[in-house]
């Protein structure tokens, strides 16, 4: 199977559909003749138009009003914004027109559309662009809010999330854009709300998304070699909706729980994961389900305070001996 | 660092203790698992051993001291270790420590696989709330292997008892665990099961008793026992050794009335293992006879004598009073006709046995004098239906009435 970038993945997933369906538009700053601030697009303006491949002024709220706009006729618009952090400009589009619009028209206007681009951290950008911000969006009924980890998940979500009816989320990872994997060619597609296993244990349950699933993976290979234990790591992929029969699944096998995540703690992704697992999964906990966030504070520019904030594999270890009860 | 010696729950009802005797002294060397005194539980004299490694520094209770479970009975530390702090501690902010069920039972032989339910305790009452700090995980498993939390020790933070905790105090691993045969089978409840108990439950306190009484007529027993105890000089069987192995035979024909009643379930035994009233000084004890149906007649009159000499000396270890299937109670030899016997929850049926006493019968149409003995079953009610329990009776009459028909 060819193996690709995160990157390469979403440019796949963004030629093939263009090329399925030619109500599929891609409209955002220097999408075209820039080639994306990330080259997410890569030879779209080319291989298509600029009527497909629409380069916008820096306005957030209009463009993602203009895409909301044409999703509401018909067209199915993926709207890039160069990062999640400036897209706060165009929440009142997302949350009150995109996210309502169905359920205010009595089901007669659906709104197809994509809003996607980098959220996170990357390195050193500082507190107003690094923020991952997806409990935000997956607070809000009407949205559908995706995060994948790998080229494969990314390009196969990404399918779905143009071809379904309802506004989608879709968080990607200027950390990820260069990561490999093996991907196949041609169609396929993951579908929206299913959790992935990303590796087999018994002992603890990791859940993660986005860049955290790296930071698990990590964690549970040295828990394997160090201590001996053996983590289950669950990529949820999707944040809404949640699939919480294999968060259960797993934490019925078992009966420890941490959720890893890059949001803030306080009504975090994690925050509805323990909920659904003290509700559903109660007598199967050993041990309080732990989360490890990042700090509870606006980012700091410091290397090493930037570094102390994020959740690492060792805070993922500390709070994995802490559930085992091996401290 | 210093260590407090406490008053151990030595026993899963144990709220006070007694110092009997202390078999260390002030500034002896003790290290970690000695036994450091007996302790009178409400049950039997038990061992308290030491939890830490040290100099025993100081008693606070002596012999003959009753203290409440929790509180500090002496102090181990470094023989130059400063501890007026700890005696000066509040003994009544000391949380209870929970007792390791498994620890006496250390220094004993490892239990034969094929006493499977010596880790079920008596009773699956609701932990005293509030009281014992335990993972949901680890109420359920407890629960499902019929433990009492309270006789388990948590090495979670705070004394918290965990999953790893409730296997070890488990003496057996969980029968699906242990693979081929499960030693009970649950049977979830119908809704006429459910309607039953709810209503019956409403009629006559926490458990719904009824009673079937019926006469036996002992000649046989009676021939088969003296010419028994005349063949050589094995323990001499009683009559109740007699019943007792009728009664164990009978279950295994009768597995509905072989059973506990659980919340939400009923869990039927394939194995029979007898609880056998013994009177001791201020009260009873029920000791359990383990697999009562795969012994001989001799085997049980030799454990149930030993088991009833050291329940009088009080030197049971929990495992031998919990888990039982049945009960058995005699009040013959007070020279009671017949009585009604309470019920031992969870399980669901109880025997209670009469005198033997000569009495005019009428066999073929004429009247003549048998020895008869009258035995009353009491039942659950929720578990355990008229015929049910008319029918196990009437097996157990049989078999008396015929000892053969045990070995048959």
């Known amino acids: ?327 | 660092m210093a260590t407090k010696v406490l008053m151990e729950a030595l026993s899963p009802t144990m709220e006070e203790g007694k110092v009997l005797s202390w078999l260390k002294r002030e500034g002896d060397t003790v290290s970690s698992g000695e036994v450091l005194a007996e302790v009178e539980t409400d049950k039997a004299v038990m061992e308290l051993q030491a939890r830490g490694s040290g100099v025993l520094r100081k008693i606070l209770a002596g012999d003959g001291a009753t203290v409440e479970v929790g509180s500090i009975v002496g102090i181990i530390a470094a023989a130059d270790e400063d501890i007026g702090s700890l005696l000066q501690a509040d003994p009544s902010k000391q949380a209870p420590p929970q007792a390791e069920a498994a620890k006496p039972a250390a220094s004993r032989p490892p239990p034969k696989p094929e006493s499977p339910a010596m880790a079920a305790a008596a009773t699956t009452a609701p932990p005293s709330a509030g009281r014992v700090k335990a993972s949901p995980l680890a109420r359920r498993l407890a629960e499902d292997r019929g433990l009492e939390l309270a006789g388990v020790s948590g090495s979670g933070p705070g004394g918290r008892i965990v999953k790893r905790d409730v296997e070890r105090a488990a003496i057996r691993p969980l029968p699906v665990a242990a693979g081929t045969s499960s030693g009970y089978e649950d049977v979830e409840l119908s809704q006429i099961r459910k309607t039953i108990a709810k209503r019956l439950v409403q009629s006559l306190g926490p458990i719904p008793h009824f009673f079937l009484t019926t006469e036996v007529d002992m000649e046989r027993a009676a021939d088969a026992r003296a010419h028994l105890n005349g063949l050589d000089d094995g323990p001499r069987i009683s009559f109740n050794d007699i019943i007792l192995k009728a009664v164990a035979a009978a279950l295994t024909q009768h597995r509905d009335c072989n059973a506990w009643w659980l919340d939400g379930k009923i869990r039927y035994f394939n194995e029979v293992h007898l609880s056998v009233a013994v009177a001791v000084q201020d009260g009873l004890i029920t000791p359990v006879i383990r697999n009562a149906h795969m012994k001989s007649l001799r085997q049980i009159a030799a454990e149930s004598r030993e088991l009833a000499d050291r329940a009088r000396n009080r030197k049971l270890t929990p495992e031998e009073y919990t888990g039982g299937t049945f009960s058995v109670s005699n009040l013959g030899m007070f020279d009671i006709d017949q009585f009604t016997g309470v019920i031992n929850p969870p399980e669901a049926g109880l025997i209670a046995v009469g005198s033997i006493a000569e009495k005019p019968v009428v066999v073929d149409a004429d009247v003549t004098v048998r020895r008869r003995m009258r035995l009353t079953m009491s039942c659950d009610h929720r578990v355990i239906d008229g015929a049910t329990g008319a029918r196990f009776l009437q097996t157990v009459r049989r078999m008396l009435e015929n000892p053969l028909a045990i070995v048959w």
């Open chain 1, 1 to 327: 199977m060819p193996v690709v970038t995160y990157r390469d993945a979403l440019n796949q997933a963004l030629r093939e559909e263009m090329d399925r369906d030619p109500n599929v538009f891609l409209m955002g700053e220097e999408v075209g003749v820039y080639q994306g601030a990330y080259k997410v697009s890569r030879g779209l303006l080319e291989a298509f138009n600029e009527r497909r491949v629409i380069d916008t002024p820096i306005a957030e709220l209009g463009f993602a009003g203009i895409g909301v706009g044409a999703a509401m006729v018909g067209l199915r618009p993926v709207i890039e914004f160069m990062t999640w952090n400036f897209a706060l400009l165009a929440v009142d589009q997302v949350v009150n027109s995109a996210a309502k619009m169905l359920y205010m028209s009595g089901g007669q206007i659906p709104i197809p559309i994509v809003f996607r681009g980098p959220g996170g951290a990357a390195l050193q950008l500082a507190a107003q662009h690094s923020q991952a911000l997806e409990s935000w969006y997956a607070h809000v009924p009407g949205l559908k809010v995706v995060a994948p980890a790998t080229p494969y998940d990314a390009k196969g979500l990404l399918k779905a999330a143009i071809r379904d009816d309802n506004p989608v989320v879709f968080l990607e990872g200027e950390m990820l854009y260069n990561a490999k994997g093996e991907v196949p060619d041609g169609d396929y597609t993951v579908p929206i709300g299913v959790a992935d296993v990303k590796r087999e244990g018994s002992d603890v349950t990791l859940i993660c998304h986005s860049k955290t699933v790296t930071v698990a993976e990590r964690a549970a290979e040295r828990l394997a070699a160090e201590l001996d234990v053996s983590a289950e790591v669950v990529d949820l992929r999707s944040i809404r909706p949640l699939d919480t029969e294999t968060i259960v699944t797993s934490v019925q096998k078992t009966n420890r729980c941490v959720v890893v995540e890059e949001g803030w703690p306080f009504c975090g992704v994690g925050a509805q994961v323990v909920d659904e697992l003290q509700r559903r999964a109660f007598d199967s906990l050993d041990a309080p389900v732990l989360r490890v966030t990042s700090a509870d504070v606006p980012m700091p520019y410091n290397k090493k305070l930037e570094r102390a904030a994020k959740p690492n594999p060792d805070r993922v270890i500390a709070a994995v001996k802490q559930v085992a009860y091996l401290d």
